[in-house]
């Protein structure tokens, strides 16, 4: 590194993910981006005797821990949080936390979910939210959260990553990209929807204001400042703290007219748009308008994602079948083209478990024969997965009237080669596969926008353009196989 871009602030990312946390230190100058390591730690949920839940008091203290070491490494400019949505931890009146978060994965959500519809109804609620229905969304669980002790004594309800920013600095907010995920945020104006929590008999004082990604949360506390050496007064600033909408500002598109699949543990799959799609077909085709950086609208899908890829791989190393994903690549890239296909949001995927034997049952209760091998199971999933975001995809270009010239895939599943050329291949469109750390890009790249390094979003993109290593995917293969999946896949959606 050379003594030019030694002298470039530093922004310390807090990203949390579902699996594990880490904090990542980026230097931010014009033509210059350079992410380091500073510290990764696991993220094990806890099941207790009432359900799954988040370790959140061990992310606190990796956080702090990661921290610490950013601030061995110089001076740091700013620290911003992101983590995944929809999961809160409610506050007493003194601050307190009140018991420990639960996970979305928990099966308290499905019997509120099947009671509020029922009191509300869902073309109320996609009215205003806008919000794909998914059974752990915010308010569900807040509905299934309402009653006891410690609902009773609540004053505030807070957002994990809000939760965080809480403990850091002090400060109380909501960021507006992740209580959009909540149900419970008007997708017109972007505000709370009063009209809405008031209908659901949830008491508007527990949300706090909201704050746009940009602005300045605070600084951080003393006991901060002891244990990881930060200076005093170092910010606390406000991010995309929903990590897709991070990883979504930091695609590298330097044109108009793209489509992107943010691929982790979920795929997060479809377009950026100035307004949202509130018609009845959206919300029947379950597409969500969740809130972006600059008042843009995320219009996409969530799909299972590599979580399927993952739960198997856990599955074979407890069997003590060899599970290196290198190896079982290359067993997919042997293995015998669209032998089947599953619709990665069965529901049957969704909890933890043994994710071999549950595709066996959605293959046999779609007469399909079962994969030859752990190569046959992977290459399943991966092309089950191309093809679900060429369903998205499409269907989101059909309801949003504009059609994508390409797709960027950005996050861990942009290292998948096997993934990346088989969403070309299945759209048909040209696939720019990077940043795999976008969400950690778009954490740093926000926090330098807000200390005036950077200008609107355009800007962050072309800088990430720049500078980051991407892939480039071309469609090919046969067109007419994956059309023949296409069906099949249509068929087991239905």
Request: proline share 7%; net charge negative; with cysteine.
């Amino acid at each position: 590194m050379s003594a030019t871009s030694r002298e470039h602030p530093v922004f310390a990312a807090v990203d949390l993910g579902a699996t594990s946390g880490r904090v990542i230190t980026g230097r931010v100058g014009p033509d210059s981006l350079v992410l380091s390591e500073a510290c990764r730690f696991p993220n094990t949920p806890v099941r207790l005797p009432d359900g799954l839940r988040w370790d959140v008091p061990a992310l606190y203290q990796g956080m702090l821990d990661g921290l610490r070491e950013a601030a061995r490494g110089g001076p740091v400019a700013s620290v911003g949080v992101d983590t995944w949505a929809v999961d809160y931890g409610l506050l007493d009146a003194d601050g307190a936390l009140l018991g420990i978060p639960f996970h979305y994965r928990d099966g308290r959500n499905a019997p509120a979910a099947d009671a509020v519809l029922a009191d509300v109804g869902a073309r109320e609620l996609y009215g205003v939210s806008g919000l794909q229905h998914l059974p752990f969304n915010t308010l569900f669980q807040l509905a299934a959260h309402r009653s006891g002790a410690q609902w009773a004594a609540a004053r505030t309800v807070l957002l994990i990553p809000d939760l965080l920013v809480y403990w850091l600095s002090g400060a109380v907010g909501a960021e507006v990209t992740n209580a959009s995920t909540t149900g419970l945020l008007d997708a017109r104006t972007g505000n709370w929807s009063d009209a809405l929590i008031g209908r659901l008999g949830l008491r508007r004082s527990l949300f706090p204001p909201l704050r746009e990604p940009g602005a300045a949360a605070g600084t951080v506390l003393p006991h901060v400042v002891e244990y990881t050496g930060l200076p005093p007064g170092t910010p606390v600033t406000t991010v995309a703290s929903h990590d897709t909408a991070s990883a979504v500002a930091a695609v590298p598109a330097t044109e108009p007219g793209f489509a992107y699949v943010s691929c982790g543990t979920w795929s997060l799959a479809g377009l950026e748009l100035d307004a949202p799609v509130l018609t009845e077909e959206s919300r029947a085709a379950n597409f969500t308008n969740e809130r972006g950086v600059d008042g843009t609208v995320r219009y996409l899908r969530n799909i299972m994602g590599m979580w399927l890829l993952e739960e198997c791989r856990r599955s074979w190393r407890r069997w003590g079948v060899p599970a290196d994903l290198a190896g079982l690549l290359g067993e997919a890239a042997r293995a015998r083209p669209f032998a089947a296909v599953i619709d990665p949001d069965d529901p049957l995927f969704l909890a933890p478990g043994d994710m071999p034997a549950r595709i066996d049952t959605v293959l046999a209760r779609t007469g399909q024969p079962l994969p030859d091998g752990p190569g046959g199971y992977v290459r399943c999933v991966l092309e089950s997965l191309a093809l679900a975001h060429r369903r998205t995809l499409r269907q989101a270009a059909r309801l949003a009237g504009r059609e994508p010239t390409r797709v960027h895939l950005v996050g861990g599943g942009a290292r998948n080669a096997l993934l990346c050329q088989w969403t070309a291949d299945a759209t048909g469109l040209p696939v720019t596969a990077g940043p795999a750390e976008a969400t950690a890009l778009g954490n740093v790249l926000v926090q330098a926008r807000a200390h005036g390094l950077l200008g609107d979003l355009t800007d962050l993109r072309r800088l990430v353009a720049r500078t980051q290593e991407l892939r480039h995917y071309s469609p090919g293969g046969d067109g007419k196989a994956w059309d023949r999946a296409a069906d099949r896949l249509d068929a087991a959606c239905a």
